[in-house]
T-cell receptor, first 112, second 113 residues
Framework: GQQLNQSPQSMFIQEGEDVSMNCTSS?????WLWYKQDPGEGPVLLIA???AGELTSNGRLTAQFGITRKDSFLNISASIPSDVGIYFC????????????WGAGTKLIIKP | DTGVSQDPRHKITKRGQNVTFRCDPI?????LYWYRQTLGQGPEFLTY????????KSRLLSDRFSAERPKGSFSTLEIQRTEQGDSAMYLC???????????FGQGTRLTVV
C-alpha cells in the first residue's frame, strides 16, 4: 500500500535550536497535514497544506508542501521544552478515498 | 469543550471479554473515523462513517470488530472476544465534509490481559 517515509525517526536537540523533519512518498499527494502527539493523548493538528509550493506558518512552526507534491517539510524554530513529543505527517492522495496515510513519526527530545 | 470526546480514556479487560468504546465528534462534523495506534507507530485506519453510513472498513478490521453510528452523531466501536493483540490506543477523529483537517479525540487506551 501507499507509504510515507518520515525522517528522522528521532532527534535530540538543545533548547533554542531549530528543528527540521520531512516526509516523502513515491505518490503524489493533494494534502499534507502535520500533527503533534503527546504521550497518552490524541494527535493535535498543527498545520494543513493544500497546494504545491505552499508555505504555511503557525507560530514558530513552518511547513511546506513540496513542489513535486511528493514531499513535505516541517521546521520548528527556537525549540522550547514543550515542543517535546512525536510529530506525524499525514497525506491524502487522489485515490485514497479520503483516508489519511501516515508517517511513522519523528520523536523530538530536548536535551537538558 | 467542543472537541472530539472519547470514553473511556483507559480500559483494562481480560482476554475473551467484549469491550465497547464511544466517540462523540464535533457536533457539525458529518465524517467520523476510527483509527488504531500501537506504540511507535502512526495511526492505522480502521473505518469511517459519513453521517450514519459506514462507507469503508480496513482489511485490518477483523470480524470481531464492529462500529456503528446509529443517528449520525456519536459512534461506538465494539471488540468482541478480545485478544492480547488488540491492546492499543483507539483514536476517533471527525471532519466536516471532505475537509481533511481531521480533529482527534484523546483516545481510548485498551489493555488486554
Amino acid at each position: 500500500g501507499q507509504q510515507l517515509n518520515q525522517s528522522p525517526q528521532s532527534m535530540f536537540i538543545q533548547e533554542g535550536e531549530d528543528v527540521s523533519m520531512n516526509c516523502t512518498s513515491s505518490s503524489i499527494f493533494n494534502t499534507w497535514l502535520w500533527y503533534k502527539q503527546d504521550p497518552g493523548e490524541g494527535p493535535v493538528l498543527l498545520i494543513a497544506l493544500y497546494k504545491a509550493g505552499e508555505l504555511t506558518s503557525n507560530g514558530r512552526l513552518t511547513a511546506q508542501f513540496g513542489i513535486t507534491r511528493k514531499d513535505s517539510f516541517l521546521n520548528i524554530s527556537a525549540s522550547i521544552p514543550s515542543d517535546v513529543g512525536i510529530y506525524f505527517c499525514a497525506g491524502l492522495f487522489m485515490d485514497s478515498n479520503y483516508q489519511l496515510i501516515w508517517g511513522a513519526g519523528t520523536k523530538l527530545i530536548i536535551k537538558p | 469543550d467542543t472537541g472530539v470526546s472519547q470514553d473511556p480514556r483507559h480500559k483494562i479487560t481480560k482476554r475473551g471479554q467484549n469491550v465497547t468504546f464511544r466517540c462523540d465528534p464535533i457536533s457539525e462534523h458529518n465524517r467520523l473515523y476510527w483509527y488504531r495506534q500501537t506504540l511507535g507507530q502512526g495511526p492505522e485506519f480502521l473505518t469511517y462513517f459519513q453521517n450514519e453510513a459506514q462507507l469503508e472498513k480496513s482489511r485490518l478490521l477483523s470480524d470481531r470488530f464492529s462500529a456503528e453510528r446509529p443517528k449520525g452523531s456519536f459512534s461506538t466501536l465494539e471488540i468482541q472476544r478480545t485478544e492480547q493483540g488488540d491492546s492499543a490506543m483507539y483514536l476517533c477523529a471527525s471532519t466536516i465534509g471532505f475537509n481533511t483537517e481531521a480533529f482527534f479525540g484523546q483516545g481510548t487506551r485498551l489493555t488486554v490481559v
